[in-house]
Nanobody
Framework: VQFVESGGGLVQPGGSLRLSCAAS????????MSWYRQAPGNERELVAA????????KYADSVKGRFTNSRDNAKNTLYLQMNSLKPEDTAVYYC?????????????????WGQGTQVTVSS
């Protein structure tokens, strides 16, 4: 399995970014997929999860109303639209499949992670 995250960058507070995660080596449409992030000195945390075929989405309280998780199964790609970004959103963002689907999110299925994409929110 391989995950390749992209789309990060430096953005001012209040700005927007759209992250992408291209997955290979798995049958993408079989899995609930999630975005995680890790800030310096912190543990990796769940940001957003999306199921299939229900497309049920779940979000961390800190990003609700600002971030939107979506997927394109034809392209084996996961997306995260991030609006109204805050300095506390600064982190490296990763994607992974969910071990327990959307019933119990926050447990990544695969032990191997991509390189992540850096998001820095600063004026």
């Amino acid at each position: 399995v391989q995950f390749v995250e992209s789309g990060g960058g430096l953005v001012q507070p209040g700005g927007s970014l759209r992250l992408s995660c291209a997955a290979s080596g798995i049958t993408f449409s079989m899995y609930a997929m999630s975005w995680y992030r890790q800030a310096p000195g912190n543990e990796r945390e769940l940001v957003a999860a999306i199921g299939w075929p229900s497309t049920l989405t779940k979000y961390a309280d800190s990003v609700k109303g600002r971030f939107t998780n979506s997927r394109d199964n034809a392209k084996n790609t996961l997306y995260l639209q991030m609006n109204s970004l805050k300095p506390e959103d600064t982190a490296v963002y990763y994607c992974n499949a969910e071990k327990f689907g959307t019933k119990d999110v926050g447990t990544p299925l695969f032990g191997s992670w991509g390189q992540g994409t850096q998001v820095t929110v600063s004026s």
